[in-house]
């Protein structure tokens, strides 16, 4: 069963892991992110990989949870506003799409490096007899 639809169904039973709240917070996260009836972050979000690797619940979050100010996240309050900071800061254009040019190849070098990596690690067990 996908994590936020189990969540979402109420189906995960009370974990003394989570803060009171957190639950339903993380919710309106994925709402205020991926609204039920936007189009555009549907299509963006079925692109991104593999549909048996994503989450599709997400898209179904509802916006029961969705709080309307930014300053009523308790947990999530903090990376809410640095992605709203990072998105909205256009005082200079060939900064901000360097800074999304930089970020995007951080990702893909990291993704080749790990790959590399487990490849290297595939290898000395092949030839170890392992």
Same mark, same amino acid.
């Given at each position: 069963? #996908?994590?936020?639809? !189990?969540? @979402?169904? $109420?189906s995960? #039973? =009370?974990n #003394?892991?989570f +803060?009171?709240? %957190?639950?339903?917070e993380?919710?309106g996260?994925h709402? /205020?992110l %991926? +609204?039920e @009836?936007?189009? !555009? &972050?549907?299509?963006?979000?079925r692109? =991104?990989?593999e549909r048996s690797e /994503?989450?599709?619940a997400? /898209?179904?979050?509802?916006? $029961?949870?969705?709080?309307t100010?930014?300053?009523?996240y308790?947990?999530w309050?903090?990376r809410l506003?640095?992605?709203?900071q990072?998105? @909205?800061d256009?005082?200079?254009?060939? =900064?901000?799409?360097?800074l999304?040019i930089?970020?995007?190849?951080? /990702? %893909? %070098?990291?993704l080749? =490096?790990?790959?590399? $990596?487990a490849v290297q690690?595939?290898?000395?067990?092949? &030839?170890?007899? $392992?």
């Amino acid at each position: 069963m #996908p994590r936020s639809l !189990a969540i @979402n169904s $109420g189906s995960v #039973p =009370q974990n #003394p892991i989570f +803060p009171p709240d %957190f639950v339903s917070e993380t919710l309106g996260t994925h709402a /205020l992110l %991926f +609204p039920e @009836n936007d189009a !555009a &972050s549907r299509k963006w979000y079925r692109k =991104q990989g593999e549909r048996s690797e /994503l989450d599709m619940a997400v /898209l179904n979050c509802g916006s $029961g949870h969705r709080k309307t100010r930014l300053e009523e996240y308790h947990y999530w309050h903090d990376r809410l506003l640095t992605i709203a900071q990072w998105w @909205n800061d256009r005082r200079d254009g060939i =900064q901000w799409y360097s800074l999304w040019i930089a970020m995007g190849l951080t /990702l %893909f %070098f990291g993704l080749v =490096q790990s790959i590399e $990596g487990a490849v290297q690690v595939y290898q000395g067990m092949k &030839s170890s007899g $392992g």
